[in-house]
């Protein structure tokens, strides 16, 4: 059975920091690994997602990740936060086209970004 | 573009009622998936439909049913309702002819239960 490790619920950094949010996976099949946004109140945002190819995959909002399958890992990053980062951020898994691609969700890694 | 549409966005009912949300999948898009996201915790996968036909189905209890329809909206149906089902329903699609593994969410139904 798949799964998806969020470490660290909770992440603060300063504005102008780098942002690390740490995705690990567990899976016996190639994976397809997304990150998810969500803003307060608000649906979730996909940001970017890694299928196959390119290891590294960039998003929208300056974010990008790195697929590690020695590590199996996708953790996100981006260089310089920003005031408007902070949200909820979820890493999630599916099997598609292997299965019927529901989406195996992370806890969640709130992100708290300091002026 | 336009997005997934879910409606209501809010609905507050009492124990042992029944709720209907709704869902309307972007354009085109022929596969609707129901997720249940209960208060600070991750959204958790309901059921899914390709095609109008079910195509699978998670931690959904026999409460809850679920239908897609000739014009590919969905309707997730809960009857006898509980303090639990409270939580953000969301619905996303995709489409087998666009990155079909793809999941566009909406911006979910907030279901409260009193």
């Known amino acids: 059975a798949q799964s998806v490790t969020q470490l660290g619920s909770h992440v603060s950094v300063s504005e102008g920091a780098l942002v690390l949010l740490r995705c690990n996976y567990s899976s016996s099949v190639p994976p397809y690994l997304f990150w998810y946004v969500q803003y307060p109140n608000q649906g979730l945002q996909l940001l970017l997602k890694?299928?196959?190819?390119?290891?590294l995959v960039k998003g929208i909002n300056g974010f990008e990740a790195e697929f590690k399958k020695s590590e199996t890992s996708f953790h996100l990053t981006k260089p310089s936060a920003h005031m408007s980062d902070a949200a909820e951020y979820f890493c999630a898994v599916s099997h598609f086209p292997s299965n019927t691609g529901k989406l195996i969700f992370g806890q969640g890694t709130t992100l708290q970004v300091k002026p | 573009a336009a997005g997934v549409i879910q409606s209501p966005r809010h609905l507050i009912k009492e124990k042992r009622e029944t709720a209907t949300l709704k869902c309307y999948p972007i354009p085109r898009h022929d596969t609707v998936y129901w997720y249940q996201q209960g208060p600070g915790q991750d959204p958790q996968f309901l059921i899914s439909f390709y095609e109008k036909m079910q195509s699978d189905k998670g931690s959904i209890p026999d409460r809850f049913s679920a239908q897609q329809f000739s014009d590919y909206h969905s309707e997730l149906n809960m009857s006898s309702l509980e303090l639990g089902d409270s939580a953000l329903y969301f619905c996303?699609?995709?489409?087998?002819?666009?990155?079909?593994?793809?999941?566009?969410f909406g911006p979910g139904t907030r279901l409260l239960v009193l």
């Open positions: 890694y299928t196959t190819g390119a290891t």
């Open positions: 996303a699609s995709s489409s087998l002819h666009e990155s079909q593994e793809t999941q566009y």
